[in-house]
């Protein structure tokens, strides 16, 4: 079980803006760690969509946005496109026992 | 650009230990402060994050599988390797090689292979 819980699900029409939240704890986001989001078309592997909790890779269109407060984080997606249904992951570092990288949970976003 | 390919049986027998090879092409895999990472995703589930080697060696794992993991370099080859060991059912999945970049306050990947599936049966 992941200690990054995401909303299984959210949908928006074409344009609309859609948010993820990815809530964790004191041993992880709430700790300082920083939060990236990948996004994983149906049949592909994950691709970096958000580094560092706000930052862009080159080519990722800024409809794409991220931010960070206190234990949880959050994605959005502005002028929502048939193009972005995917599954979107959260990622950070957890401290709780030995340490390790973590994924969130997950959340399918379909566009209606 | 920097490209990874994962290779390896697509069928393990129980028990047996899973062996997966990450080629690295469009770039020295010993340049840059990057890690190499495996991370596994099972049909229909989530990604877990399985280990990560530095090119001097050094590796860091996940508590839940490092009883079972050892990640490998071969910097010659611009490879990097994992082997799962006592394998059920439960590891099946598409396993995923990536580039592992070091920031301030946690690591995160990019790119990623196009993953491989590997399934545990008799």
């Known amino acids: 079980q992941s200690v990054l819980t995401q909303p299984p699900s959210v949908s928006g029409a074409p344009g609309q803006r859609v948010t993820i939240s990815c809530t964790g704890s004191?041993?992880?986001?709430?700790?300082?760690?920083?939060v990236h989001w990948y996004q994983q078309l149906p049949g592909t592997a994950p691709k970096l969509l958000i580094y560092?909790?706000?930052n862009r890779p080159s080519g990722v269109p800024d409809r794409f946005s991220g931010s960070k407060s206190g234990t949880s984080a959050s994605l959005a997606i502005t002028g929502l496109q048939a193009e972005d249904e995917a599954d979107y992951y959260c990622?950070?570092?957890?401290?709780?026992?030995?340490?390790?990288?973590?994924f969130g949970t997950g959340t399918k976003v379909t566009v209606l | 650009q920097v490209q990874l390919q994962e290779s390896g049986p697509g069928l393990v027998k129980p028990s047996q230990t899973l062996s997966l090879t990450c080629t690295v092409s469009?770039?020295?895999?010993?340049?840059?402060?990057?890690?190499w990472s495996w991370i596994r995703q099972p049909a229909g589930k989530g990604l877990e994050w399985i280990g990560r080697?530095?090119?001097?060696?050094?590796?860091n794992y996940n508590p839940s599988l490092k009883s079972r993991v050892t990640i490998s370099v071969d910097t010659s080859k611009n490879q990097f390797s994992l082997k799962l060991s006592s394998v059920t059912a439960a590891d099946t999945a598409v396993y995923y090689c990536a580039r592992d970049l070091l920031g301030l306050a946690s690591d995160w990947f990019d790119p990623w292979g196009q993953g491989t599936l590997v399934t545990v049966s008799s």
């Open positions: 990622q950070s570092y957890d401290s709780s026992l030995s340490g390790s990288d973590v």
């Open positions: 080697i530095y090119t001097s060696g050094s590796t």
């Open positions: 560092g909790n706000s």
């Open positions: 469009g770039g020295s895999i010993s340049s840059g402060s990057y890690y």
């Open positions: 004191s041993s992880n986001i709430g700790a300082g760690y920083d």
